[in-house]
């Protein structure tokens, strides 16, 4: 048997998109669920359209499919075609999981849930040609993190291929953050041992955890930390601010070889922290965060999201000095963006306030909604400026410019962000709903 797994992407994020060169790691979706399939004796492919073109003609028994809301309309472009060519078409992944009616129209069987418990069920129900139209994770069946295959991953085509996980799932809970409507609030570890034999079986100084939250779970993070000592790898990973504030867990994870972290700063505004229920977030609090992070040789990716209903149109001007004056090494701004399953899309429904139906234009870079306190031109156009701003040459430089080891890695990022804010107004709402590459296939 013999099935392809691929990973779609929205027209920024694509391998033909925003960026020069990728600068962003290896997917554990392709890999992880590849690591399942090896268990079945099945011959896997993987496609990540964010590195190369998925191809027209696959010769194969199925399709796996992962699905996130801004690449669902594509997704179905791409399950529509390969089910007229008479390949079964799986689909799954967060979007499915939330909307799997919806997603259901345009393929054989959908999965709802975690990977390792619905996967299995499906393909003993395929081999035996009796498979049902959803298979969905009842949250109380016992299973365990499955390995990675990433012998199947290219070379060079991620900054790195060594991206793992810890665990799954956020005990916070952010009215706009998707991973709760998936996970409803579970929090899954992986066992230590295992976790640090994976770790050690690959051949890199440096790894990159992708947890939505490495220390939600105090007592694990400080297990985990405590292992990673012996190896001395250096590792990147998630963490919320308040980490810093919690002088033992941070000299821990100082100590284990954390060299970068991202953070969700989200907002320059206590209240505008309030209205998206971010409330272990303190802005007076980050000025010490970074001084303290710095200090210790930790860089910092550093989120923020406009449009909340507490942002008029000085918000752009605020977060820009902010960010310069706090030296955050890699700035990242976003649109408060109403996901389906979260308290802030039933939020907007609910007064009316979601103005796009096509969820290609779901994807943190573009206004769907209509902002309390300016028009959803200003919204783009501050938005637009504030990258643009920010990775400006001086921008950059007042930033970055310091003693560092990891300078050449925060040059080559920076660099690559300045060529995205360079292009962003380039993906209007044409382009990025546009599937007609797929359409022509069947011509």
């Not at 990433?150 to 916070?172: F, V």
């Not at 919690?246 to 209205?275: H, N, P, R, W, Y």
């Not at 860089?299 to 902010?322: A, H, K, L, P, Y």
Request: glycine share 6%; proline share 4%.
């Amino acid at each position: 048997m013999k099935i392809a797994v691929i990973s779609p992407a929205g027209a920024m994020h694509r391998y033909s998109g925003s960026f020069k060169k990728p600068i962003h790691y290896a997917p554990l979706t392709l890999t992880t669920i590849a690591g399942i399939l090896y268990k079945y004796e099945i011959d896997v492919e993987i496609y990540d359209e964010t590195i190369e073109a998925i191809p027209k003609t696959i010769e194969v028994d199925m399709v796996i499919i992962t699905v996130i809301t801004g690449t669902a309309p594509r997704s179905y472009a791409y399950a529509d075609y390969y089910r007229s060519k008479g390949i079964t078409v799986v689909m799954g992944g967060v979007h499915p999981s939330i909307l799997p009616e919806e997603a259901k129209v345009h393929c054989d069987s959908v999965l709802i849930g975690l990977g390792e418990v619905v996967i299995p069920r499906m393909i003993i129900d395929y081999k035996n040609n009796v498979l049902q139209p959803y298979y969905k994770d009842e949250r109380n069946e016992k299973w365990s993190f499955a390995g990675p295959d990433r012998s199947l991953l290219p070379k060079k085509k991620y900054i790195t291929n060594s991206s793992l996980e810890a665990s799954r799932g956020c005990t916070n809970d952010c009215s706009f953050c998707a991973v709760n409507a998936m996970h409803d609030k579970h929090y899954y570890t992986k066992d230590i041992k295992v976790l640090i034999d994976e770790i050690e079986s690959l051949n890199t100084k440096n790894i990159l955890f992708v947890d939505v939250n490495l220390v939600a779970d105090r007592a694990f993070a400080m297990k985990l930390f405590k292992a990673l000592i012996p190896l001395k790898k250096w590792w990147f990973g998630l963490v919320t601010a308040d980490v810093a504030s919690d002088e033992e867990l941070f000299k821990m994870m100082v100590k284990s070889g954390c060299k970068g972290v991202l953070i969700g700063f989200e907002s320059v505004s206590e209240k505008g922290l309030a209205t998206i229920n971010k409330y272990k977030n303190h802005v007076t609090d980050y000025t010490e965060l970074m001084k303290k992070m710095h200090g210790h040789g930790i860089s910092v990716n550093g989120t923020f999201v406009f449009g909340t209903d507490e942002d008029r149109v000085d918000v752009f001007d605020r977060t820009i000095e902010m960010v310069q004056q706090l030296k955050i090494d890699l700035p990242r701004y976003s649109i408060l963006t109403p996901f389906p399953g979260t308290q802030l899309y039933d939020q907007l429904a609910k007064e009316k306030r979601i103005t796009d139906d096509n969820w290609a234009m779901f994807d943190v870079q573009h206004v769907v909604h209509q902002p309390k306190h300016m028009t959803q031109d200003e919204l783009t156009k501050g938005f637009i400026r504030a990258w643009r701003e920010t990775y400006s040459t001086g921008g950059i430089i007042k930033r970055i410019v310091r003693p560092s080891i990891l300078f050449p890695l925060a040059v080559l990022t920076n660099q690559a962000y300045r060529h995205y804010a360079d292009r962003l107004e380039t993906f209007d709402r044409e382009r990025m709903i546009d599937n007609d590459d797929i359409l022509r296939w069947y011509e």
